[in-house]
């Protein structure tokens, strides 16, 4: 069973960055069943918000223009662990991050997600 | 890159068909059959419910289904079950660079 396990929760200050882990289990996201693994934001109260992906491959991302300069996905192929490092933190990224899975048979929803990390922006 | 459109709360009673509706634009939903919709209980990660606008994820039960007409796309809970009382979000893969739009959400309550 394709399990997505993420780290803990961090409180941050404003300006500094944060790194959050996505850890595959039951399959690597360098196999045949994934897509990609995109990275997904929501703000107390709010709805859900993409902020880009890493394919499968692991040698192309794609990033919502709204993070662009500020986000970057990474994986190590070794652990099967994909991260998102958010930079210039200001309060309204307050928000409970996930990952998950686009697979390839689907290509284009979301049928795995990571249990959430919530980040708190705070001075 | 706007969010797609949803009703904020849409009520019914148990067994009864609810529908929810969300609307985009001809760069997302009018263009692309890649409408998927989540359910998500509070406190919880979103769930997949349908994707390719009516195609039920793996252990969804058929009385959730899924349609597409112009630049709307619509969710039907038939027989609507207490278990059913989530948020519900529709998203669609766009043309923008922004890839993937979600909607505003839609409590669902069973009265």
């Known amino acids: 069973q394709v399990q997505l396990v993420q780290s803990g929760a961090e409180v941050k200050k404003p300006g500094s960055s944060v790194t959050v882990s996505c850890k595959a289990s039951?399959?690597?996201?360098?196999?045949?069943?994934?897509?990609?693994v995109s990275w997904l934001r929501q703000a107390p109260g709010q709805g859900l918000e993409w902020m880009g992906r890493l394919m499968a491959s692991l040698d192309t991302t794609n990033y919502a223009p709204k993070f662009q300069g500020r986000v970057t996905i990474t994986a190590d192929k070794s652990t099967s662990t994909v991260y998102l490092e958010l930079s210039g933190l200001r309060s309204e990224d307050t928000a409970m991050y996930y990952c998950?899975?686009?697979?390839?048979?689907?290509?284009?929803?979301?049928?795995?997600w990571g249990q959430g990390t919530r980040i708190t922006v705070s001075s | 890159q706007s969010a797609l459109t949803q009703p904020a709360s849409v009520s019914g009673s148990p067994g009864q068909s609810i529908t929810i509706s969300c609307t985009g634009t001809?760069?997302?939903?009018?263009?692309?059959?890649?409408v998927s919709w989540y359910q998500q209980h509070p406190g919880k990660a979103p769930k997949l419910m349908l994707y390719h606008v009516s195609d039920r994820a793996s252990g969804v039960p058929d009385r959730f289904s899924g349609s597409k007409s112009g630049n709307t796309a619509s969710l039907t809970i038939s027989g609507l079950q207490a278990e059913d009382e989530a948020d519900y979000y529709c998203?669609?893969?766009?043309?923008?660079?922004?890839?993937?739009?979600f909607g505003t959400g839609t409590q669902v309550t069973v009265l």
């Open positions: 001809s760069s997302d939903i009018g263009i692309f059959n890649y």
């Open positions: 039951g399959d690597t996201f360098t196999s045949h069943s994934y897509h990609s």
């Open positions: 998950a899975r686009d697979p390839a048979f689907i290509n284009d929803a979301f049928d795995i």
């Open positions: 998203s669609s893969y766009t043309s923008s660079a922004t890839r993937y739009v």
